[in-house]
């Protein structure tokens, strides 16, 4: 059987939230979807990423208002993978970024979220899953 890519295995039901959108909002919105990331768009562009651990370490350990917009908290360096991508190198991607979530780009453009969860669709992938999972949770 071939490898599958990220692209078949990354959820392309996109909830995003604005650079200009409150931390807030951000909140309910992750509450309301029950997720824990959220990509951030300037209009149609793809400029970044804000997560649950963004609002705990940079709004509510450093009291910063509700109000604060997401550009001021969200991570500009997106880590992203490209659809065509085999889930085995995505896995060596996540453990050697240290992430848990990965944008999907075409083209450049974002078209889906892959989690360490979703690498796990076929028997030898859990295994890898596991590994990366493993090596994203070291504190090395």
Request: net charge negative.
């Amino acid at each position: 059987m071939a490898n599958k890519t990220i692209g078949e295995v990354a959820t392309d039901v996109l909830i995003t939230i604005n650079l200009n959108q409150s931390v807030i909002e951000a909140a309910q919105m992750m509450r309301k979807h029950d997720i824990g990331f959220l990509p951030v768009m300037n209009g149609s562009d793809f400029v970044g990423v804000v997560t649950d651990r963004d609002l705990v370490l940079r709004i509510f350990a450093e009291q910063r208002p509700p109000e604060t917009q997401i550009k001021e908290v969200m991570s500009a360096e997106i880590r992203s993978i490209d659809k065509d991508v085999s889930i085995q190198d995505a896995a060596i991607q996540m453990a050697k970024w240290k992430v848990r979530r990965l944008a999907v780009t075409s083209s450049g453009k974002l078209c889906g979220v892959v989690a360490i969860g979703d690498l796990a669709v076929r028997e030898e992938s859990d295994q890898m899953a596991g590994d990366a999972l493993q090596r994203i949770s070291s504190k090395q």
